[in-house]
């Protein structure tokens, strides 16, 4: 017994490698996306109206758990900046007299610049944006109601929304993405794995045919090494 496994040594450290990159991998990946559901997203604000409606859209945005708030400024081209620096992923330009522009009928544009390079963070803040902009519109509209028309609160706010829905996830109610993706990346991993193995095992049986057996010798940081060469 103890003659086949020195007979086979040098198939020890290729195996070794084999489980600990697998395993490494898996863990990384795991610590890496143990958050499940994206939050705390870095965001700016560029707010050139400071009307009480944007600072009530600032407040949303602000007790959303999606969003984290790292910088205010007055100036556009912060947001571009701010993205090619890799600190925020999200920026919000609320334009000039936006609250005047709206209670005129102007239809006013918030601008949503979203990082490119960060796809999963521009689809879950959408997502959350969308909600945000929704609520803020209906109690917009209700008021409009309730000072033009003279309609009561609920009655108001059945004109507005006259249809309500509910929905319920099933299987992934976090909505998390991030599930989707680990299995492809363990997989993906434990190839590379395998193909550094067999990298391995044919060099040194190269070796072994060609120097003699005295190559089953090396030591562990000399496959390392040979290993981190490859």
């Given at each position: 017994m103890?003659?086949?496994?020195?007979?086979?040594?040098?198939?020890?450290?290729?195996?070794?490698m084999l489980f600990i990159i697998g395993i490494g991998g898996a863990i990384v990946l795991a610590l890496e996306f143990s958050a499940h559901s994206l939050s705390q997203i870095p965001t700016i604000i560029v707010d050139h109206d400071?009307?009480?409606?944007?600072?009530?859209?600032?407040r949303e945005l602000r007790t959303n758990s999606t969003f984290n708030i790292v910088a205010y400024s007055q100036i556009d081209n912060d947001v571009k900046d701010l993205i090619d620096k890799g600190d925020i992923a999200?920026?919000?330009?609320?334009?000039?007299?936006?609250?005047?522009?709206?209670?005129?009928?102007?239809?006013p544009n918030i601008m949503v610049v979203y990082d490119g390079a960060q796809m999963a963070m521009t689809a879950s803040s959408k997502t959350k944006?969308?909600?945000?902009?929704?609520?803020?519109?209906?109690?917009y509209l209700i008021n409009v109601a309730e000072d033009?028309?003279?309609?009561?609160?609920?009655?108001?706010?059945?004109?507005?929304?006259?249809?309500?829905?509910?929905?319920?996830?099933?299987?992934?109610?976090?909505?998390?993405?991030?599930?989707?993706?680990?299995?492809?990346f363990s997989i993906n991993t434990i190839q590379v794995g395998m193909i550094i193995v067999v990298i391995l095992l044919i060099k040194k049986v190269i070796a072994i045919k060609k120097y003699g057996l005295k190559?089953?010798?090396l030591d562990f940081w000399d496959q390392?090494?040979?290993?981190?060469?490859?």
């Amino acid at each position: 017994m103890k003659e086949t496994i020195l007979k086979f040594k040098y198939m020890i450290t290729p195996i070794l490698m084999l489980f600990i990159i697998g395993i490494g991998g898996a863990i990384v990946l795991a610590l890496e996306f143990s958050a499940h559901s994206l939050s705390q997203i870095p965001t700016i604000i560029v707010d050139h109206d400071n009307s009480l409606l944007s600072q009530s859209f600032v407040r949303e945005l602000r007790t959303n758990s999606t969003f984290n708030i790292v910088a205010y400024s007055q100036i556009d081209n912060d947001v571009k900046d701010l993205i090619d620096k890799g600190d925020i992923a999200v920026g919000f330009i609320i334009p000039k007299n936006f609250s005047k522009d709206l209670t005129d009928g102007k239809n006013p544009n918030i601008m949503v610049v979203y990082d490119g390079a960060q796809m999963a963070m521009t689809a879950s803040s959408k997502t959350k944006i969308a909600q945000i902009l929704g609520t803020i519109k209906s109690a917009y509209l209700i008021n409009v109601a309730e000072d033009q028309l003279g309609l009561m609160p609920e009655v108001a706010k059945n004109y507005i929304n006259p249809i309500g829905y509910n929905y319920r996830l099933i299987g992934n109610p976090t909505q998390n993405m991030f599930n989707f993706f680990i299995p492809g990346f363990s997989i993906n991993t434990i190839q590379v794995g395998m193909i550094i193995v067999v990298i391995l095992l044919i060099k040194k049986v190269i070796a072994i045919k060609k120097y003699g057996l005295k190559v089953l010798w090396l030591d562990f940081w000399d496959q390392l090494v040979f290993l981190l060469y490859l």
